[in-house]
């Protein structure tokens, strides 16, 4: 490597980090208006160095071929002699800080990267500066513009951070830092209560999920004595061989963090709600950070899944669940921001489908991690589009983004037309772009799952799962389109002049249109981000990667058939969706209200939770401290009880003194007749 490595592997999340410190410190009362000028040269400098470090790793291709990522075939039987054969390092690592936990737990601050981390790094890196570059615009005059830099930059470095750790304790610290800067984020307009009600949600929904990863990340300490990933990873084959049973509950563990961090069923719920921050902020989660940093967690830690089948259909099936129902949600929402949302939750099901076919044999599983960390990098791009396209849509309609109250825009706004429209084509699976090429794979990694032995039936299910949700995808993904773009030009009230957003926002959309179209068609047909991943297993005869022409033809059919569809439904015969609704009122209202899975979250849990509270609040006010009041007040009660004696009058004393020599003699007289 090269002698710059740990220079640039420190200066990737190290230059977010000072601007914003910078910007938290000097913002409000230096920068002000300029306060964005420091966050974007600083991931300009992080995706730079991303950049930098991706071409020395591939000008390294003997480096390439140890790796952390992907140890184990499934299989017990000769595990112990691949990790005998194969020496696994990562690429890169930089000394850190060391700190002790307890006096067996010892943890190193230590930055490594390899091949996937790499890809990483140049996704989250890139796109965020073209969401920063965009949000210079689109957040131009707004009262908090140094805070939200400032908070934007440190969830960039968060983020960076996750990727970078070497182990399990130093990713959930900065998993907790992308946390809680989404929670500053969505809820940066804090004043409305919408806003601060789905800040709390996204940070009470991800605790429980986050509860489950702490729980994993303890039973790896209690069963391997390290956290590490590389030593972990080492050790995989002898614990198989001796308590294989724990790896079940160690993934299920894991896998419930993702959840929540990567909105999958049933804690996906806080995610569409997340609409509520600022339009960048919703590129930002939904591409570049946060909802991505589940699916790379499991990735990272397929050496274990894969030794769990039932994790890792667990896996498949969580997965298949979210994406349909999402993009069953997506298909009747008339808030696009809140399509674009659904959507997202939807691929994230899609690449957690392809995660879990990884444990079916030992050539797939590399297949599959590939395909579903391809569809991660590809989607970036696309959804980042459509979210900033969305955003510049209600910078011109004034804040209204509900396509009911819209239309015909595409003379009015021309660059965020075509742009919108590639992001649809990609997300939609249209040939040639990136979405067709990643969502292919994944679904060639599970036409493969069906061809496993035990689990044909289940892959069989989840693969149609996947055909389906593909279909939808494409039909809401052009509806949308339709509705905002297509049809007579309307405008709501609020817009009171409509028109194109400004270059500093048009010009990051033209970037990502581009790498929409242009990343497909490089890595697609040529492969070469799956030979990467591939290339830097460490198990023999995991690189192959299997083709299926049908499925490929198929992919093309489902996008013709969603895309044919929703143009027939919005423009040729635009009366049809309100007649499907009206006869077919129930499905419609089912999911136009989500499936009513807030309200029933609201009545199974949060209702009573607050009984239980206000239980408890009585019983603490009445019982514990009446309790504990009243004995309290019995020595103030008897000193009340007694204070008339002792009242000064001289009269009242030579009473009771009669009274007590009255008592006497009849004591005594009592005593001399007995």
């Not at 908070?151 to 996750?162: K, T």
């Not at 049809?576 to 419609?588: C, D, F, Q, R, T």
């Amino acid at each position: 490597m090269s002698e710059l490595t740990p220079a640039l592997l420190w200066l990737i999340p190290g230059a977010p980090l000072i601007a914003s410190v910078f910007i938290a410190f000097f913002g409000k009362a230096l920068l002000r208006g300029r306060s964005h000028v420091p966050c974007i040269a600083a991931l300009a400098v992080s995706s730079a160095c991303a950049g930098v470090m991706m071409l020395t790793f591939l000008a390294s291709p003997s480096s390439l071929k140890q790796d952390t990522s992907l140890l184990s075939s499934g299989q017990i039987d000769g595990l112990q002699a691949e990790a005998e054969k194969h020496e696994l390092k990562p690429l890169a690592t930089t000394p850190g800080y060391d700190w002790s936990i307890t006096d067996n737990l010892h943890v190193r601050l230590d930055l490594q990267v390899d091949s996937m981390t790499a890809l990483m790094l140049c996704t989250i890196t890139f796109v965020s500066l073209l969401v920063s570059i965009y949000a210079s615009g689109y957040m131009h005059g707004d009262p908090g513009y140094p805070r939200f830099f400032a908070a934007f930059a440190l969830f960039v470095f968060s983020m960076c951070m996750l990727v970078l750790a070497d182990n399990y304790l130093t990713m959930f610290v900065f998993w907790e830092g992308v946390g809680l800067c989404s929670y500053l984020l969505i809820g940066f307009w804090f004043q409305k209560p919408s806003a601060a009600a789905a800040a709390r949600k996204a940070f009470v929904v991800n605790r429980i999920g986050d509860f489950g990863f702490i729980l994993g990340i303890f039973l790896i300490w209690k069963t391997f004595g390290t956290v590490k990933f590389s030593e972990v990873f080492d050790l995989v084959p002898s614990i198989a061989q001796t308590n294989p049973e724990v790896f079940t509950t160690i993934c299920l563990l894991l896998f419930l963090g993702a959840m929540g961090k990567s909105a999958q069923f049933p804690l996906h719920v806080w995610l569409p709600d997340a609409m509520e921050g600022p339009t960048p902020v919703s590129a930002l989660i939904h591409a570049a950070t946060m909802v991505t940093a589940g699916v790379y967690m499991v990735a990272r830690s397929t050496p274990l899944f894969v030794m769990s089948s039932t994790a890792q259909m667990v896996v498949s099936g969580i997965g298949a669940i979210t994406a349909l129902l999402a993009a069953l949600t997506a298909l009747t929402q008339y808030d696009l921001k809140r399509v674009l949302a659904y959507s997202t939750v939807s691929q994230l099901g899609y690449m957690f489908m392809a995660l879990g076919a990884a444990s079916v044999s030992p050539k797939l599983a590399t297949f599959a991690v590939t395909a579903a960390m391809f569809h991660l990098f590809t989607h970036a791009f696309f959804k980042a589009l459509l979210f900033l396209g969305a955003g510049s849509v209600m910078h011109s309609m004034g804040d209204v983004i509900d396509m009911r109250r819209f239309s015909g825009l595409r003379h009015v706004m021309p660059h965020t037309r075509l742009t919108f429209l590639i992001g649809s084509l990609a997300l939609a699976g249209c040939p040639l772009l990136a979405g067709f090429w990643s969502k292919d794979e994944i679904l060639v990694a599970l036409f493969e799952g069906t061809k496993s032995g035990g689990h044909e039936t289940f892959f069989t299910v989840i693969l149609g799962v996947a055909v389906v949700t593909a279909f939808l995808t494409a039909f809401y993904s052009f509806r949308a389109y339709n509705m905002t773009f297509l049809g007579e030009e309307r405008f709501p009230e609020e817009a009171h002049h409509p028109h194109e957003s400004s270059p500093t926002m048009t010009l990051p959309l033209f970037a990502l249109a581009g790498f929409s179209v242009v990343i497909g068609l490089f890595l697609g047909p040529t492969g070469v981000y799956a030979r990467q991943l591939s290339q830097s297993t460490s198990l023999a005869g995991h690189g192959e990667h299997p083709h299926s022409w049908a499925l490929m033809g198929l992919s093309a059919v489902i996008f013709a058939a969603g895309y044919g569809l929703a143009r027939w439904m919005y423009v040729t015969a635009p009366a049809v969706p309100a007649k499907l609704e009206s006869g077919l009122k129930p499905l419609h209202h089912l999911s136009l209200n989500k499936f009513f899975l807030d309200e029933l979250f609201h009545y199974l849990l949060v209702v009573p939770v607050r009984v239980l509270a206000l239980l408890c609040t009585l019983f603490d006010k009445y019982v514990l401290d009446g309790l504990l009041n009243f004995v309290g007040s019995m020595p103030s009660t008897i000193g009340r009880a007694v204070r008339p004696i002792q009242n000064g009058l001289v009269s009242n004393y030579a009473w009771i003194m009669l009274l007590g020599v009255v008592l006497f003699l009849i004591q005594m007289l009592r005593a001399l007749a007995g």
